[in-house]
Each structure stands twice: as structure tokens, then as C-alpha cells.
């Protein structure tokens, strides 16, 4: 069973294509394949504001991950999703989609920017280019992230979101983020 992607709109210029990692912005609908209901539209939601999601990394369903690679800023596409890249045998209650429903999404992408965990990310943390990544750097660029968006912080929370990446990150414990342990899309160039 595999995705059907159907390209609708291809814009000339078609650059940077999507790959794995990439922070993508795009609006969707979803459609139940059986009778064409629609069962999802991020027009509605979120002040229809569009998606943004991270691609490849399970944010979104199985289907959706690989139905959007490849593709660039302008982009239509309608995908074509079996249930076993979709929500299987259980369905998905909430969502109103059936047991073993094949789902269509026709999709229009706004945007494809380097993901939160690039390569570039990284190596804009790590200051001092020894390819892992100190508490002290880490915590320069919290705050330096936290700066960005002008909101009052209470400094605990410095702290805590500190500790909870060294928690998930860390994996070996020692004090460091590696290359390796920081970067969960696998880039070889690294």
C-alpha cells in the first residue's frame, strides 16, 4: 500500500523542494475517500491560519510525512492516503474517520524553511565548533530565542526548559549534546 500523490499546481520556480526536517507551513483539507466527505479543513481552524509542522518526524500522519516531500512553496497537490499510512484499523473517533478509511488531503504548501533541527541550527548553537553543544551554549540561545518574541519570562523557566532538553537529549549523560544525540533527522553531513 503506498501513497498516491497527484500534483495539481506546480509553480515555475520550485525551490528549496521539502525534505525531511523541514519546518513546512501549509493548508490542507481532508477528505473520507468512501464518500467524499470532507472530515478536516485547516481553512476553519487555528483562525485559518495555515500548518506548520516539522516534515518526516510524525507530527503529522504516516501518509502526510511522505506526500509532502518533495514539494515546493506553491505547490498543489491531492494525496491519496491508505489506512495503513493513515489511522488504520482503530480509525480516529474525534476526527469522525471510520476503521480502515482510505483519506484523501488536497494540499497547498506556503512555505519550506530549514527545520528546527538542521545542521545550521546546530552549528549556530555551537559557538565554539567542537560539534557538541554545552549547557552554556545551549542556554545562550534560549535566551536568545526567549528575546525574540519580547515576552516576560519568569527565570525558572530558563531553567526548566533547560534541564528538559539535556533530559531528552542527552543521551550518554555526559553534561554535552552531541551531533549525534542532538540531531533526531540524521543528516550524514554531519
Known amino acids: 500500500e503506498e501513497v498516491k500523490?497527484?500534483?495539481?499546481?506546480?509553480?515555475?520556480?520550485c525551490s528549496p523542494k521539502s525534505k525531511k526536517g523541514d519546518l513546512?507551513?501549509?493548508h490542507y483539507d481532508g477528505f473520507l475517500a468512501s464518500d467524499g466527505s470532507k472530515f478536516y479543513c485547516s481553512r476553519t481552524q487555528n483562525?485559518?491560519?495555515?500548518?506548520?509542522?516539522?516534515?518526516?518526524?510524525?507530527?503529522?500522519?504516516?501518509?502526510?510525512?511522505i506526500g509532502m516531500m518533495n514539494m515546493c512553496p506553491g505547490e498543489k497537490r491531492k494525496?491519496?492516503?491508505?489506512?495503513?499510512?493513515?489511522?488504520?484499523?482503530?480509525?480516529?473517533a474525534q476526527g469522525k474517520?471510520?476503521?480502515?478509511?482510505?483519506?484523501?488531503?488536497?494540499?497547498?504548501?506556503?512555505?519550506?524553511?530549514?527545520?528546527?533541527?538542521?545542521?545550521e541550527a546546530f552549528n549556530?548553537?555551537?559557538?565554539?565548533?567542537?560539534?557538541?553543544?554545552?549547557?552554556?551554549?545551549?542556554?545562550?540561545?534560549?535566551?536568545e530565542e526567549f528575546a525574540k518574541d519580547g515576552k516576560t519570562r519568569h527565570p525558572s523557566v530558563h531553567d526548566?526548559?533547560?534541564?528538559?532538553?539535556?533530559?531528552?537529549?542527552?543521551?550518554?549523560?555526559d553534561g554535552f549534546i552531541s551531533a549525534k544525540e542532538y540531531n533526531v533527522y540524521q543528516h550524514e553531513e554531519l
Open 47 to 65: 483562525e485559518g491560519h495555515p500548518k506548520w509542522f516539522v516534515l518526516g518526524v510524525g507530527q503529522v500522519i504516516k501518509g502526510l510525512d
Open 79 to 92: 494525496v491519496t492516503i491508505p489506512p495503513s499510512l493513515a489511522y488504520g484499523q482503530q480509525g480516529y
Open 160 to 173: 526548566e526548559v533547560l534541564a528538559d532538553i539535556f533530559k531528552k537529549n542527552d543521551h550518554d549523560g
Open 5 to 13: 500523490i497527484e500534483v495539481l499546481h506546480l509553480p515555475e520556480a
Open 24 to 26: 513546512l507551513n501549509a
Open 124 to 143: 549556530q548553537i555551537d559557538k565554539d565548533s567542537d560539534k557538541k553543544l554545552s549547557e552554556l551554549e545551549i542556554s545562550q540561545y534560549l535566551k
Open 97 to 119: 474517520i471510520p476503521a480502515n478509511a482510505t483519506l484523501i488531503f488536497e494540499i497547498e504548501l506556503y512555505a519550506v524553511n530549514k527545520g528546527p533541527r538542521s545542521v
